[in-house]
């Protein structure tokens, strides 16, 4: 059984920073992509970034890019998202998934695992 638990939501001020971490059990990632979604009150969730194991390669959403980062943990199956610069516009619930498709999965349908998410809400 595939587990994903999100964790390092908060409130923080504009401008301000946050990572978030998700913590994968259940089967060996290393050739899988893992992938942030948000979801913001009233709108469909949407994509943020993706992680894919082998070669460390990451896909950004445009809205985030060049503020956001992710990355992985010492062990091989936790991922992080930092996040500079935070917008208002970032409140969201944050959500990790797990893809086992090739590439660079930017889809929810490509994603087969979710985590519960976790709430980040940046003050103006």
């Known amino acids: 059984q595939v587990q994903l638990v999100e964790s390092g939501g908060g409130l923080v001020q504009a401008g301000g920073s946050l990572r978030l971490s998700c913590a994968a059990s259940?089967?060996?990632?290393?050739?899988?992509?893992m992938g942030w979604f948000r979801q913001a009150p009233g709108k469909e969730r949407e994509f943020v970034g993706t992680f894919r194991w082998q070669g460390g390669f990451t896909f950004y959403a445009d809205s985030v890019k060049g503020r956001f980062t992710i990355s992985r943990g010492n062990g091989e199956n936790t991922v992080y998202l930092q996040m500079n610069s935070l917008k208002p516009e970032d409140t969201a619930v944050y959500y990790c998934?797990?893809?086992?498709?090739?590439?660079?999965?930017?889809?929810?349908?490509?994603?087969?695992?979710w985590g519960q998410g976790t709430q980040v809400t940046v003050s103006s």
């Open positions: 998934a797990v893809s086992t498709r090739l590439g660079l999965p930017v889809r929810q349908s490509e994603y087969a695992y």
């Open positions: 259940g089967r060996t990632f290393s050739s899988y992509n």
